[in-house]
């Protein structure tokens, strides 16, 4: 990594000034990964509500995240932040950090959140980091924002048939009032979901688009 990348280092200074060891990198992939979503839901009931349905993270019950799981994400957070010595997966669990801190604020901190996928696209340069890059950016400067970075990804052919490209355009699509493309998005991103309960939501989500008055 740069030291001197200007996209990185808010991050690294963000996450703070303690040294890392390669095995805390790799316990954080690993409760990253758990649950699937910021914290790991217990049992996965964040995800699904009562009757199965899917529910994004942002609409999730913090009440329903596991405790004893974010806890231990947090202080393996602590241990792995440094100077100089951020890895991929040291971001990913900041970036659910800011997430779980709804919990106590009753938001995310979206700023902070950008910020680490400014870093994180930095270090991949993934297209995927991209997309969530360009969710943020909509919450803190705006959903014309977000959808510019969106817009300047429409050429990449690895999103082409990526469902979350396509159902997060649709959403800020939405959002600005722009129902007709946003409804082209919303078919796309059914057309390539498999997972029956998501592709219930999407469906209505796009049922809910209504023209502006």
Same mark, same amino acid.
């Given at each position: 990594?740069?030291?001197?990348?200007?996209?990185?280092?808010?991050?690294?200074?963000?996450?703070?000034?303690?040294?890392?060891?390669?095995?805390?990198?790799?316990?954080?992939?690993? +409760?990253?990964?758990?649950?699937?979503?910021?914290?790991?839901?217990?049992?996965?009931?964040?995800?699904?509500?009562?009757?199965?349905?899917? =529910?994004?993270?942002?609409?999730?019950?913090?009440?329903?995240?596991?405790?004893?799981?974010?806890?231990?994400?947090?202080?393996?957070?602590?241990?792995?932040?440094?100077?100089? #010595?951020?890895?991929?997966?040291?971001?990913?669990?900041? +970036?659910?950090?800011?997430?779980? =801190?709804?919990?106590?604020?009753?938001?995310?901190?979206?700023?902070?959140?950008?910020?680490?996928?400014?870093?994180?696209?930095?270090?991949?340069?993934?297209? =995927? +980091?991209?997309?969530?890059?360009?969710? #943020?950016? #909509?919450?803190?400067?705006?959903?014309?924002?977000?959808?510019? =970075?969106?817009?300047?990804?429409?050429?990449?052919?690895?999103?082409?048939?990526?469902?979350?490209?396509?159902?997060?355009?649709?959403?800020?699509?939405?959002?600005?009032?722009?129902?007709?493309?946003?409804?082209?998005?919303?078919?796309?991103?059914?057309?390539?979901?498999?997972?029956?309960?998501?592709?219930?939501?999407?469906?209505?989500?796009?049922?809910?688009?209504?023209?502006?008055?």
């Amino acid at each position: 990594m740069d030291d001197g990348n200007p996209r990185v280092l808010p991050a690294v200074l963000w996450l703070g000034q303690r040294r890392r060891s390669d095995e805390d990198e790799t316990r954080l992939a690993m +409760v990253r990964g758990g649950g699937g979503n910021a914290g790991g839901a217990r049992d996965g009931c964040a995800r699904r509500g009562v009757g199965g349905e899917y =529910v994004p993270l942002t609409e999730q019950d913090p009440a329903l995240w596991d405790g004893p799981m974010i806890d231990e994400a947090e202080a393996l957070l602590l241990r792995a932040s440094a100077l100089g #010595a951020i890895g991929r997966y040291q971001l990913e669990a900041a +970036v659910q950090s800011a997430h779980v =801190v709804r919990r106590r604020t009753g938001r995310p901190d979206w700023a902070a959140i950008e910020r680490l996928y400014d870093a994180l696209s930095a270090l991949t340069g993934s297209p =995927v +980091v991209a997309i969530n890059r360009a969710i #943020a950016i #909509a919450e803190t400067r705006g959903n014309a924002a977000g959808l510019a =970075v969106l817009d300047a990804l429409a050429d990449d052919a690895r999103l082409a048939e990526y469902q979350p490209f396509w159902a997060a355009r649709a959403g800020l699509l939405a959002r600005t009032g722009a129902v007709d493309e946003a409804k082209r998005a919303y078919d796309l991103a059914i057309g390539l979901e498999s997972d029956p309960a998501v592709r219930r939501f999407l469906q209505e989500r796009r049922a809910a688009l209504r023209a502006p008055a």
